[in-house]
């Protein structure tokens, strides 16, 4: 039988099942709060076990303002610090970020999994607080300032593992009625978190490059963002510490659940001369659970890298100045997150009558159209800054494709409605496939080792954040934007490629067992 997602109304009181019955992830109760079924969950503890959800979703909307808060004008940050710099420096600040993130949410997942959430959750917070003092202290020492701001790049790297923990909990902490309909609420948490992001450093460019100085603490539009991601991730902190309690609610179809309920479960049943027993556990479908962190790591990979060149972007080819491309970036990455949660909610209702798969293809498709959009086609060529006489050399500051790049000889210019509509797409085709690829992954996964896989899942979605500025911005400065675009297009058609033989196999783990079983 083919599944149907559906979003089931989110009630906040549940059956729960045994003590000895196993958790999501393969071990006993013993070790965590499962509740019993024979005796009724009480009232405070169901509270605390939606409280508990509802700091997730602090969780990883801090993570998520934390980052988008900085993206917008770290390029102009480094090239305050270094004039010489180039998009490539760019790419390394982010990659760095993603490559401790990659690390961070594998060991963090796995710990999630094998022992308990709270723990994770606060080291990463801890080291987070560490990287936004680092990042408002950047201009404090005469030299190695872009060490520094790599430095605290990788610490806040560190503090993305959060966002595997919440995962890991979401999928333990609610019963598999609640979960789809709880996976979509964590998913828009996020998008609101990078849409706060955004208008807090379009909020903040008032402020300027100059600000003010506190000793030898520099206050400009380039750290007051910190000082924010501090308070934030403070009250995270305190709600995580004193709020937070870990309950973990063990898979089972609720008996009185519809047949396409039931094949939402992490466990197939069977009925017998004896009631209801389980099938014994058997391997999931493992080329399609590698398929599927093959889409996601593209995924990030791609978005990773478009929204990384979105100000060099600006720059060099429409002409922005660095003041103009700190607020329009930000503008952008504030629009691009407000278009996503609209399309999450209505994505919602949608998967009430198409398969999830449905929303895969059309994910991919969308970042198909985004990568051709986004490559230059005229009219005109790129604009090219002015060159001081005096020092035979142009102003940084100032728009325009650099001297510098050899490309600009040979790139057509892009019409500023091209870039709209592209940038757009993405804005539309992104987080329809983040997300749908989440859901169906989730649902693919049997009852253990959960917190094992979504750790990779994780792991390769930011393994996809780091190569994807890493590489990208060194094409983009080497060979220029049009080859850049192009290798990602052609990533884009090999994954889309993957989803013909996979297309009917994406199905939840119940019911690929029956077709084993079968």
Same mark, same amino acid.
């Given at each position: ?107 963090? #997942? ?353 393994? #996809? ?54």
């Amino acid at each position: 039988m083919e599944f149907d997602s559906k979003y089931i109304d989110q009630q906040e009181t549940t059956r729960l099942l045994d003590e000895e019955k196993e958790t999501s992830y393969g071990g006993n109760g013993t070790s965590h709060d499962v509740i019993s079924k024979k005796n009724a969950l009480d009232r405070s503890s169901e509270t605390a076990r939606w409280k508990s959800i509802r700091v997730m979703y602090l969780t990883i909307f801090t993570e998520a303002v934390t980052y988008s808060v900085i993206l917008p004008s770290i390029w102009s940050y480094i090239l305050d610090i270094d004039e010489t710099a180039t998009a490539t420096l760019l790419g390394w600040a982010n990659s760095t970020q993603g490559l401790f993130a990659l690390l961070a949410g594998f060991i963090c #997942g796995w710990t999630a999994g094998r022992y308990n959430c709270k723990v994770p959750v606060t080291v990463t917070l801890i080291v987070g607080l560490m990287a936004n003092i680092l990042y408002m202290c950047v201009y404090i020492p005469e030299s190695h300032q872009i060490t520094a701001l790599i430095a605290a790049r990788a610490l806040a790297g560190i503090q993305a593992g959060c966002i595997t923990v919440t995962r890991v909990y979401i999928s333990e902490g609610t019963t598999l009625k609640e979960r789809t309909q709880i996976s979509s609420n964590l998913v828009i948490a996020q998008l609101i978190g990078y849409t706060v992001g955004p208008l807090l450093q379009v909020a903040y460019v008032p402020i300027g490059e100059t600000g003010w100085t506190v000793g030898k603490l520099k206050i400009n539009v380039y750290t007051f963002p910190a000082i924010t991601n501090l308070f934030i991730i403070f009250i995270n902190l305190v709600f995580v510490i004193f709020v937070f309690r870990e309950i973990r609610v063990p898979d089972e179809p609720d008996k009185h659940a519809s047949k396409s309920d039931t094949d939402c479960c992490t466990e197939y049943q069977s009925v017998g001369s004896e009631g209801t027993v389980h099938i014994g556990k058997s391997s999931i479908d493992l080329p399609l659970v590698m398929f599927l962190n093959a889409v996601y790591c593209v995924t990030i990979f791609s978005f990773g890298y478009n929204t990384t060149i979105v100000s060099p972007y600006g720059m060099h080819l429409l002409g922005w100045s660095r003041e103009e491309a700190v607020e329009k970036s930000g503008i952008i990455a504030l629009s691009l997150a407000i278009l996503a949660i609209f399309v999450i909610a209505a994505m919602g209702r949608l998967l009430k009558r198409f398969k999830d798969r449905v929303f895969l293809a059309i994910g991919i498709i969308m970042m198909i159209m985004c990568t051709t959009l986004i490559i230059p086609m005229g009219p005109g060529v790129p604009p090219r800054p002015d060159i001081n006489m005096t020092t035979n050399s142009s102003d940084d500051g100032q728009g325009g494709c650099p001297w510098t790049y050899s490309w600009c000889d040979t790139t057509p210019g892009i019409a500023v409605a091209q870039y709209i509509v592209s940038l757009s797409v993405l804005g539309v085709g992104y987080p329809i496939l983040q997300a749908i690829t989440y859901i169906i992954y989730c649902k693919t996964l049997g009852p253990t080792q959960q917190g094992l896989f979504l750790g990779i899942f994780g792991a390769m979605g930011n393994t #996809g954040r780091v190569v994807g500025p890493l590489l990208g911005t060194f094409i983009y400065t080497e060979f220029g934007v049009t080859w850049a675009e192009g290798c990602l297009l052609a990533l884009l058609i090999i994954v889309a490629t993957g989803v013909f033989p996979f297309y009917k196999r994406m199905v939840p783990y119940t019911v690929y067992q029956k077709k084993c079983i079968s």
